[in-house]
T-cell receptor, first 111, second 119 residues
């Protein structure tokens, strides 16, 4: 089955700097890659997703890139703000199979 | 607000007991997923229902069971509870997959979760 590895597990950045979180997946059939943000005690919220027919997608300060050959995808957050502090999860799925999540990255943005 | 509701918000019970968690999906969504999130852990997929039928099974213990009713709400039943079952339980819902080209997973929207504490 699918296996998703996520790095780093913790990340601290200065406010205004960029943050990058990377994930690798094992199933070459995977074609859907969402990213979720979870604040303490709250629900995971979708922040951006990408499907395998595109290599990059951007939404304001957030971007996701996908390298199907290398089987990895990354989340890029630019001009980080304190409210970006949260746990971020990547996930992958193949066809209509359930999502497999990475173990999460705890991002701290230091003001 | 994702449109997915879960009850109760909090649940405190004792070992050996049985509890039922409830989830109502977003209007129109046919798929419901259940996840378990232990302290500082990721999201572990338990089970998926689609339009009343079990669609996929993950790391769900035999002590746990679920069902989806004709009105599409779902219940997760946890029995013979152990201390290690203490966790946040989320449900998520998604719509009908597009019938075009490659099938892919529809976006999942998560409910607020039920925090279960087993003492």
């Amino acid at each position: 089955g699918e296996n998703v590895e996520q790095h780093p597990s913790t990340l601290s950045v200065q406010e205004g700097d960029s943050a990058v979180i990377k994930c690798t997946y094992s199933d070459s059939a995977s074609n859907y890659f969402p990213w979720y943000k979870q604040e303490l005690g709250k629900r995971p919220q979708l922040i951006i997703d990408i499907r395998s027919n595109v290599g990059e997608k951007k939404d304001q300060r957030i971007a996701v890139t996908l390298n199907k050959t290398a089987k990895h995808f990354s989340l890029h957050i630019t001009e980080t703000q304190p409210e970006d502090s949260a746990v971020y999860f990547c996930a992958a799925s193949a066809g209509n199979t359930p999502l497999v999540f990475g173990k999460g990255t705890r991002l701290s943005v230091i003001a | 607000d994702s449109g997915v509701t879960q009850t109760p918000k909090h649940l405190i019970t004792a070992t050996g007991q049985r509890v039922t968690l409830r989830c109502s999906p977003r209007s129109g969504d046919l798929s419901v997923y259940w996840y378990q999130q232990s302290l500082d852990q990721g999201l572990q997929f338990l089970i998926q229902y689609y339009n009343g039928e079990e669609r996929a099974k993950g790391n769900i213990l035999e002590r746990f069971s679920a069902q989806q009713f004709p009105d599409l709400h779902s219940e997760l039943n946890l029995s013979s509870l152990e201390l290690g079952d203490s966790a946040l339980y989320f449900c998520a819902s998604s719509g009908i997959p597009e019938a075009s080209g490659d099938a892919y997973q529809e976006t999942q929207y998560f409910g607020p979760g039920t925090r279960l504490l087993v003492l």
